[in-house]
C-alpha cells in the first residue's frame, strides 16, 4: 500500500473533459521524505516511515534531530509509517504527487471536525419529541431525546443507548475517491468530494 502525508487546502470546483461540474478537496501532497525503512529482520515488521511539512529546530527535540539527520533532512511536524508500501524505497529518498495519477482510486485519512457537547437531534438525527404536533401541553420539548426505555427494571442506561455527548474529533476513513487532477509544480491533488478535517489539518492518502 502507498501512500503520502498531506495538508487540506480546502474545497473548490472543477469541471472535467466532458463538462461535468465536480466539486473537489484540494489536498497539499507531499512532498514526503523517507525517514526511516522498517523491515522483519530488525523492527519485527515492514513499514515505511514518511515525514513532512517544515519545523523550526528550536520547537524540535534532539533525539528527532539527530533521527532527521540520519535521513539527511530537516526536522519535519508530521512522521507516519506506512506499512507494506509497493515500492522499495530508500533513506533519504523524497516522494512527491508524482506517486498518483489523474483517475487514481484512494482513501484518505484524517480527523473529522470536533463539534463539543451536542444534543441527540444534531448528533443522531433525532426529530425531537412531539416536533410534528405540539400539541398534549409539551413545552420546551423540540430538542429533548424522549424516553430511554429503562424503567425499574433494569433500573439503568442499557450501555450503546444514542444519549447527547461529544461528537467529531474521531479519525475517519473515506474510501474509493478519485484523483482528478495533479498539480505537480505546486505538490497539489484535486480529490472529488469531501475529506474529513478542517483547513490546515494533516491527511494521509492512500492508494
Do not use: W
Not at 139 to 165: C, F, K
Amino acid at each position: 500500500m502507498s501512500g503520502l502525508i498531506g495538508k487540506k487546502i480546502g474545497m473548490t470546483s472543477f469541471f472535467d473533459a466532458n463538462g461535468r461540474y465536480t466539486p473537489c478537496t484540494v489536498i497539499e501532497a507531499g512532498p514526503c521524505v523517507v525517514t526511516q525503512v522498517k523491515t522483519n529482520e530488525k523492527d519485527g515488521y515492514t513499514a515505511l516511515q514518511l515525514a513532512f511539512d517544515e519545523k523550526k529546530e528550536k520547537n524540535t527535540s534532539s533525539a528527532m534531530k539527530g533521527h532527521f539527520e540520519l535521513a539527511k533532512t530537516s526536522p519535519k511536524r508530521k512522521v507516519v509509517e506506512f506499512r507494506h508500501f509497493t515500492d522499495e524505497k530508500n533513506l533519504g529518498d523524497v516522494l512527491t504527487v508524482d506517486l498518483f495519477a489523474e483517475g487514481d482510486f484512494v482513501d484518505v485519512i484524517g480527523t473529522s471536525k470536533g463539534k463539543g457537547f451536542q444534543g441527540v437531534v444534531k448528533r443522531h438525527g433525532f426529530s425531537g419529541v412531539g416536533h410534528a404536533n405540539k400539541s398534549h401541553g409539551q413545552h420546551d420539548r423540540e430538542r429533548a431525546p424522549g424516553s430511554l426505555g429503562a424503567s425499574s427494571d433494569p433500573a439503568r442506561v442499557m450501555p450503546g443507548r444514542r444519549m447527547a455527548g461529544r461528537l467529531g474529533g474521531n479519525r475517519k476513513k473515506i474510501q474509493n475517491l478519485v484523483v482528478v487532477k495533479i498539480m505537480p509544480e505546486k505538490n497539489l491533488l484535486l480529490i472529488k468530494g469531501s475529506v474529513p478535517g478542517a483547513k490546515g489539518s494533516y491527511v494521509l492518502i492512500e492508494k
